[in-house]
């Protein structure tokens, strides 16, 4: 089945060690989503690529870093983890065609990181 | 800007109840809407959407009907079960030239007993 796959699940790192997180597609999408996702609170874009285009949302702090090396995989890295970046991230991805608006997003089923 | 706003949680419904989410939305151009749920330790799932005013999503029994007038979307269902139980999100997608960025609510928790 054609789906998005993060890995891995749980991740414990240190505070100020720096993480990677991985996330992968089997359905050729163009476009690539990282959300951060608080408990109990909504997912929160970081940034997206449109193909090889980094698109980062203004209020992602630096600390947050991306790369896409092909269509199938995107890469969070997170620099210097504090203990506030403690969270689910959640990867999507979606479609982008000529003159359409509507694109559904699909998710994996997240990564959460503790950090210690 | 665009934002979304639902009826807070925990909604705790008896199996066979009927249910309502309440779900307002703001938003500048012509926005998608959607429904999406989250099960314990899971990513989110779609679970209906609706692309223009009037249109009605539905799946899995869930209803959900886009109103512009009322700026509006609604979640229905006229019989949960336990397996219902989870966190669902009403969600906004405006198209931004390279993506289709989604704008979430806060997210209400449903909870089904029997």
């Known amino acids: 089945d054609a789906m998005v796959i993060q890995n891995p699940r749980y991740q414990v790192t240190q505070f100020g060690k720096p993480v990677t997180l991985s996330c992968s597609q089997t359905?050729?999408?163009?476009?690539m989503y990282w959300y951060q996702q608080k408990s109990s609170q909504a997912p929160k874009l970081l940034f997206h690529y449109y193909d090889k285009d980094f698109n980062n949302e203004a209020d992602t702090p630096d600390n947050f870093q991306s790369r896409r090396p092909n269509t199938s995989f995107c890469f969070l890295d997170i620099r210097s983890p504090g203990l506030g970046d403690a969270a689910m991230y959640l990867c999507?991805?979606?479609?982008?065609?000529?003159?359409?608006?509507?694109?559904?997003?699909?998710f994996g089923p997240g990564t959460r990181l503790t950090v210690l | 800007g665009n934002s979304v706003t639902q009826m807070e949680g925990p909604v705790t419904l008896s199996e066979e109840a009927f249910l309502t989410i309440n779900c307002t939305y703001t938003a500048t151009g012509y926005p998608s809407l959607f429904w999406y749920v989250q099960y314990p330790g899971e990513g989110l799932q779609l679970l209906l959407k609706?692309?223009?005013?009037?249109d009605k999503g539905s799946n899995k029994g869930f209803e959900a009907t886009y109103r512009k007038e009322t700026t509006s979307f609604h979640l229905e269902k006229g019989s949960v079960q336990v397996s219902d139980s989870a966190v669902y999100f009403c969600a906004l997608s405006v198209y931004s030239g390279t993506a289709s960025k989604l704008t979430f609510g806060t997210g209400t928790r449903l909870q089904v007993t029997l």
């Open positions: 359905l050729n999408h163009n476009v």
């Open positions: 609706a692309t223009k005013a009037d």
């Open positions: 999507a991805t979606s479609s982008l065609t000529s003159g359409r608006v509507y694109n559904e997003q699909f």
